[in-house]
């Protein structure tokens, strides 16, 4: 089975390519480059990857507007057909935006753009996106965001918990997101939401590799399980 992939971009994304570039060289196959005003997706996608930037410059809220473009209503059915999808940095506020992730994502708590490498927990292993990691292990990734402040109601957040649905956590406080969170499942383990980048953590040129166990574990999980 040929692993077939689509990287989502909006006018103002700037870590598409780098998206692109990292599921190229991690999982391999095709890799689509869709644009925001396309009202589908290419047949037989496995996987659909939203990435960072500053998606219609970040006007009324970030990833609100492109929430609305035309291809996010295709990549909606695609995932409540089971596709997986990766939102990371402002592709994790368009998930919120688009209603597939609970929450939203508001300034960082200093009030200051964030830019540096983090550590995280692996909160899940069981999942999709998480399988190749252990759970409790402490990996490196960057961020780069000015609003990445997770936000949910007391009663969502514990519902988070209680379903196993926190992917990552900050290791220690990062941009004052409720209880640390740094990475959330969608309700059915096919959808994660999260603020840093693991397409900039794939090879040792970069600083390291923490990010690419990420990509080989859907690329496992959707190919060869």
Same mark, same amino acid.
């Given at each position: 089975m040929a692993?077939?992939s689509a990287?989502?971009?909006?006018p103002?994304s700037n870590?598409?390519r780098?998206?692109?570039?990292?599921?190229?060289?991690?999982?391999g196959?095709?890799?689509?480059?869709?644009?925001?005003? *396309?009202?589908?997706?290419?047949?037989?996608?496995?996987f659909?990857?939203?990435?960072?930037?500053?998606? =219609?410059? *970040?006007?009324?809220?970030?990833?609100?507007?492109?929430?609305?473009? $035309?291809v996010?209503q295709?990549?909606?059915r695609?995932?409540?057909?089971g596709?997986?999808?990766?939102?990371?940095?402002?592709?994790f506020q368009v998930?919120?935006?688009?209603?597939?992730? $609970?929450?939203a @994502?508001?300034?960082?708590?200093?009030?200051?753009?964030?830019?540096?490498?983090? +550590? @995280?927990?692996?909160?899940?292993?069981?999942?999709?996106?998480?399988?190749? =990691?252990e759970?409790?292990?402490?990996?490196t990734?960057?961020v780069?965001?000015?609003?990445?402040? =997770?936000?949910?109601?007391?009663?969502?957040?514990?519902? @988070?918990?209680?379903e196993g649905?926190?992917a990552?956590? =900050? +290791?220690?406080?990062?941009?004052g997101?409720?209880?640390?969170?740094a990475?959330?499942?969608?309700?059915?383990?096919?959808?994660?939401?999260?603020?840093?980048h693991?397409?900039?953590?794939?090879?040792?040129?970069?600083?390291g590799? *923490?990010?690419?166990?990420?990509?080989?574990s859907?690329?496992?999980? @959707?190919?060869?399980?």
């Amino acid at each position: 089975m040929a692993f077939t992939s689509a990287v989502i971009t909006f006018p103002g994304s700037n870590c598409d390519r780098d998206m692109a570039v990292a599921i190229e060289q991690v999982c391999g196959g095709t890799v689509h480059r869709v644009w925001h005003g *396309d009202a589908d997706l290419p047949d037989g996608l496995d996987f659909i990857a939203l990435p960072g930037g500053f998606s =219609y410059g *970040d006007y009324l809220r970030s990833g609100a507007m492109a929430a609305r473009s $035309p291809v996010m209503q295709a990549v909606v059915r695609a995932a409540e057909r089971g596709v997986a999808v990766l939102g990371v940095c402002n592709g994790f506020q368009v998930l919120t935006e688009a209603g597939l992730l $609970p929450g939203a @994502l508001m300034r960082n708590a200093g009030i200051r753009f964030v830019c540096r490498d983090v +550590a @995280l927990t692996v909160e899940n292993n069981q999942s999709l996106f998480t399988a190749g =990691y252990e759970a409790g292990q402490q990996i490196t990734i960057p961020v780069a965001h000015h609003d990445g402040n =997770y936000f949910a109601d007391d009663a969502t957040l514990d519902r @988070l918990e209680g379903e196993g649905r926190v992917a990552f956590r =900050y +290791a220690t406080p990062v941009n004052g997101s409720a209880r640390n969170i740094a990475g959330v499942l969608g309700d059915r383990g096919n959808v994660l939401g999260m603020m840093p980048h693991p397409e900039r953590m794939i090879e040792a040129a970069h600083g390291g590799t *923490d990010g690419r166990a990420l990509f080989e574990s859907v690329v496992r999980g @959707l190919v060869e399980a």
